[in-house]
């Protein structure tokens, strides 16, 4: 098993180029204050903001309005409060993967429940998506402890990515509507498509990835 500390961390997102010096500049003009703890707060509260602009779009759909600003702040808060740790040089790096990552699980839970409870998503497509999502999130956490490497990029795609999706959905819908539509006598809508074809697609990573790693250590005789 590797040391949780000495892990190396893999993120060749597609956003990458933009994303990490965007948060290098803000991590620099950040005041004393906003601490990665703090930071890591207002990503939970990001979360929160989303899941319930989701659940009151049910009365209004001006609220999605309010689940944008919660992605941006979910984001903002979960990418800075690393880059602030290491710049400051005040890494504690069990500590901060433990709380980074639990706290990443209540996030994910926030907004794939927040996203079944509006008349956009159906439910149980929802709780599929979070399914798929939490089980490549523990697959993660299983290769970083017995290879050593954290990677949070499968084909280009990250969680920032996760998050454009989401933004650019939401923004769908306020323009769109539900705009339902009958299949086999059960009706859906584009969102429940996308939000599924997400939930597909991390299984598939899941499957890929958990076959080529038992390859590798089964190869290495470990």
Request: aromatic share 12%.
């Amino acid at each position: 098993m590797h040391d949780i500390v000495a892990h190396t961390r893999v993120n060749d997102i597609l956003l990458g180029p933009l994303e990490r010096p965007a948060l290098r500049w803000l991590a620099v003009r950040m005041p004393p204050w906003v601490t990665p703890d703090r930071c890591t707060a207002v990503g939970v509260g990001g979360a929160a903001l989303t899941a319930a602009g989701f659940f009151l779009s049910g009365a209004s759909a001006a609220f999605l309005w309010l689940a944008v600003l919660g992605v941006l702040l979910n984001w903002l808060g979960d990418s800075l409060d690393g880059n602030i740790a290491r710049l400051r040089k005040i890494e504690r790096p069990r500590y901060g993967f433990f709380i980074d990552h639990a706290c990443d699980a209540v996030c994910q839970v926030l907004i794939f429940l927040g996203l079944g409870l509006s008349p956009y998503v159906d439910f149980t497509i929802a709780s599929l998506a979070l399914i798929g999502y939490s089980t490549l999130a523990i697959l993660m956490y299983i290769r970083t402890c017995v290879s050593g490497e954290f990677k949070i990029s499968y084909g280009r795609m990250g969680p920032t990515e996760a998050r454009a999706v989401l933004i650019l959905l939401t923004v769908a819908m306020l323009v769109f509507g539900p705009e339902p539509f009958v299949l086999e006598g059960v009706s859906f809508t584009g969102y429940d498509v996308v939000v599924g074809g997400v939930g597909v697609t991390t299984f598939i990573f899941f499957a890929g990835t958990a076959w080529t790693e038992r390859g590798r250590l089964a190869a290495l005789g470990e």
